[in-house]
């Protein structure tokens, strides 16, 4: 004969059931026991020292005004000395001035470099020099002495060019002192030949200002 023996029986939807509702409110008290552990937990906040305000005063001086300052006394007036020792009474020399007794300034007399006239004339053509400006740098002498001094720079001449293209007059507005190249630049200006100026195809005469350079090679 077949024995029976007494198994439990499982019911599945209560123990389900029961199962769901125990490890919901196991999950329930481990969340409020984390979050209770988080509020307790400080973190540490980085205070910065107090800042020591430090007010210093001073006791300031009262201003005190000037017054106004004694006028001086009045000069005294000279005594007669009664000392035979002191010297005599000097008289003093007459220092008014005679208009009258001016002398006349001498008279002008009208030299060479008066008499010349920088009247500017309109030109529609300036002169230039035969070849360019180039050929006063070619016929150019460098001193010797500014080239040992190593003597560089611009002289400026203010040059007179009549109708036949001839230098006439030449005056140095530039100088580079006492080196010889003012010299130099003037010979060099004199000894180039010249178109003169073209004022409605006639030539004229005009005053020009050229540059001449001294550069060490």
Known sequence: MKTQTNKPK?????????????????TLVIVIFIF????????????????????????????????????????AIPVE????????????DDTRIDLGNIPQPPEFKETVETKTEYIFIAYEQPPVPVGG???????????????????????????????????????VLKSLGNTGCDEAAVAAVKSVKWQPALQRDKPVKVWISIPVKFMLK
């Open 10 to 26: 499982i019911r599945f939807k209560t123990d389900y059931k029961k199962n769901t509702d125990r490890a919901l409110i196991f």
């Open 36 to 75: 209770q552990g988080w509020k307790s937990y400080d973190t540490p906040v980085n205070k910065t020292p107090p800042v020591k305000v430090i007010i210093e005063t001073h006791d300031l001086q009262p201003i005190i005004q000037q017054k106004d300052l004694p006028r001086p006394s009045r000069p």
């Open 81 to 92: 000395s009664e000392d035979p020792d002191f010297p005599p009474n000097e008289t003093i």
């Open 133 to 171: 400006y180039l050929a006063i740098q070619k016929v150019l002498k460098y001193p010797k002495t500014a080239r040992k001094a190593q003597v560089e720079g611009t002289v400026r001449l203010w040059v007179c060019i009549d109708e036949s293209g001839q230098v006439v007059e030449v005056k």
